[in-house]
């Protein structure tokens, strides 16, 4: 018996002592394409004003819903992280005449567009009932409550709005290739086209991603 226990503790201890190698070779990461990160600025629509900053949504109250209204480092598009991005601001004319804001990313060839476009829709699905307490960069604080998601008609967009007493926000994000947009068109009222607004920002991915590819 007494030899039986020394033999365990003997391997006990051996094994305590093994050492395990690991390859340390660094692993190569996946290339930024077909969309390249210096490309990001050419996701913007012609209608960004150089020099134009927009009052961003800065914070959004409950966390776990900020991504439906925040405009500063928008978690959809940081979600995964971009190897570029980039963002613009302009005042749509007539009619409600909205400000509308563009953000872009742009990723290496392992991003999944559709997962990303899913995301917003599990956020949806969780959020639908919730108060968004937002606060905007200049201190205007806003309290909004989700509006029936519409289809898009899209695998690639998700579309959302919320309204306040205020501001009323029509939304829609992006997502193909290795890149994603989000669009935010605040007004008065909701009811803005933000969904021609979407079909133009995948017409650009389209376009850049099958130009480089």
């Given at each position: 018996m007494g030899r039986r226990v020394a033999a365990v503790l003997l391997a006990l201890l051996l094994a305590g002592c093994t050492r395990v190698v690991t390859d340390a070779r660094p692993q190569a990461e996946s290339p930024v394409a077909p969309i390249t990160a210096g490309q990001a600025a050419d996701l913007l629509s012609e209608h960004v004003q150089k020099g134009s900053d927009g009052n961003l949504f800065a914070t959004v109250e409950p966390e776990?819903?900020?991504?439906?209204?925040?405009?500063?480092?928008?978690?959809?598009?940081?979600?995964?992280?971009?190897?570029?991005?980039?963002?613009?601001?302009?005042?749509?004319?007539?009619?409600?005449?909205?400000?509308?804001?563009e953000m872009v990313g742009v990723y290496r060839t392992d991003f999944d567009a559709k997962a990303a476009v899913e995301?917003?829709?599990?956020?949806?699905?969780?959020?639908?009932?919730?108060?968004?307490?937002?606060?905007?960069?200049?201190?205007?604080?806003?309290h909004a409550h989700l509006q029936p998601a519409p289809d898009s008609g899209s695998p690639h967009i998700a579309l959302w709005s919320f309204t306040a007493e205020q501001w009323a926000c029509d939304n829609a994000f992006v997502a193909a290739h290795n890149a994603a947009i989000e669009i935010t068109a605040c007004a008065?009222?909701?009811?803005?086209?933000?969904?021609?607004?979407?079909?133009?920002?995948?017409?650009?991915i389209d376009t850049l991603a099958n130009r480089t590819a």
């Open positions: 776990e819903c900020a991504a439906l209204a925040r405009e500063v480092d928008p978690p959809f598009i940081f979600s995964a992280t971009p190897a570029a991005h980039d963002g613009g601001h302009w005042n749509a004319t007539g009619g409600a005449a909205p400000s509308i804001e995301e917003v829709t599990r956020t949806l699905g969780a959020c639908h009932t919730a108060e968004l307490v937002v606060t905007a960069l200049e201190g205007e604080v806003i008065r009222t909701n009811g803005y086209d933000v969904l021609s607004l979407a079909k133009e920002a995948l017409m650009r």
